[in-house]
C-alpha cells in the first residue's frame, strides 16, 4: 500500500508562515476524494485542522479559519497546508490523511508526520 | 465543537484479558465514531469507522459498538502488539473532534 509523503518546514518563529505539503506518489490508479489535515500535540491531543475535497471545497476548523488555506493539486496528486502568524501553540506534529471513501471521513492513510517547532 | 469524553485515561492489562474502552459524545452524533491505535511516534492507524466496521486487516478480537453519545471499543485476548494509546473521534459534525486518549499499558 502506497503511503503519503509529507515534506516542508520544521522550525519556525512567532509570526512566521507555517507551509506543509504532503503527495501520493507511485499509484496513479487512486481516486482520493479529500484529504484531511490534523495535528498532534502533548497537551490538546489530536486536532482536526481542516479538509479539502478533490473538487476543492474546503472545510476548516473555526479556531483555525481565520489563519489556514489548504489547496489541492489533482493532477500531482499532492496538498499543501499554509498556516499564518504561527505562535507556540501551533508547535506539533502535523499530519496529512488523504481518503479513498467518498465521504472524507475514513482515515485509512496517514503521512509520517511533520514535527513543526515555533520557537523565537 | 462535539465534545468526545474518553475514558479510562489510561489502562493496565495483561496479554490474554479483554478490555473495553469508551467515549461519550456531547450530543447525538449517530454511528459516526471512529476508533484509532497510535504507537510510540507513529500516525494514528484506523481500526474502526462508522461506529462498528472494522478496518482491512483489522483482527476480528477488535470490536466497536454505540450509537447516539455512548460508543465503545473491546478487545479480546489482548495480544502484545495492541498496547498503545487509542483514540476515538466524531466524524458527524465539523469540526471533527478527537477524544483524549485511553493509554493501555503492560
Known amino acids: 500500500q502506497v503511503l503519503p509523503e509529507q515534506w516542508g518546514t520544521g522550525l519556525l518563529k512567532p509570526s512566521e508562515t507555517l507551509s506543509l505539503s504532503c503527495g501520493v506518489f507511485?499509484?496513479?490508479?487512486?481516486?482520493?476524494?479529500?484529504w484531511t489535515w490534523i495535528r498532534q500535540t502533548p497537551g490538546k491531543g489530536l486536532e482536526w485542522i481542516g479538509q479539502?475535497?478533490?473538487?476543492?471545497?474546503?472545510n476548516y476548523n473555526p479556531s483555525l479559519s481565520s489563519r489556514v488555506a489548504i489547496s489541492l493539486d489533482p493532477s500531482k496528486f499532492q496538498v499543501s497546508l499554509i498556516l499564518t502568524s504561527v505562535t507556540g501553540a501551533d508547535t506539533a506534529t502535523y499530519y496529512c490523511?488523504?481518503?479513498?471513501?467518498?465521504?472524507?471521513?475514513?482515515?485509512?492513510?496517514w503521512g509520517q508526520g511533520s514535527q513543526v517547532s515555533v520557537s523565537s | 465543537d462535539i465534545q468526545m469524553t474518553q475514558s479510562p485515561k489510561s489502562l493496565a492489562a495483561s496479554v490474554g484479558d479483554t478490555v473495553t474502552i469508551t467515549c461519550q459524545a456531547s450530543?447525538?452524533?449517530?454511528?459516526?465514531v471512529n476508533w484509532y491505535l497510535q504507537k510510540s511516534g507513529k500516525p494514528p492507524q484506523l481500526l474502526i469507522y462508522?461506529?462498528?466496521f472494522l478496518d482491512i486487516g483489522v483482527p476480528s478480537r477488535f470490536s466497536g459498538s454505540g450509537s447516539g453519545t455512548d460508543f465503545s471499543l473491546s478487545i479480546s485476548s489482548l495480544k502484545p502488539e495492541d498496547f498503545g494509546t487509542y483514540f476515538c473521534?466524531?466524524?458527524?459534525?465539523?469540526?471533527?473532534?478527537f477524544g483524549q486518549g485511553t493509554a493501555l499499558q503492560i
Open positions: 507511485g499509484d496513479p490508479s487512486s481516486i482520493f476524494y479529500y
Open positions: 479539502i475535497s478533490y473538487v476543492g471545497t474546503t
Open positions: 490523511a488523504p481518503s479513498l471513501d467518498i465521504t472524507g471521513t475514513i482515515l485509512t492513510l
Open positions: 462508522g461506529g462498528s
Open positions: 473521534q466524531q466524524s458527524f459534525f465539523f469540526p471533527y473532534t
Open positions: 450530543q447525538d452524533i449517530d454511528v459516526s
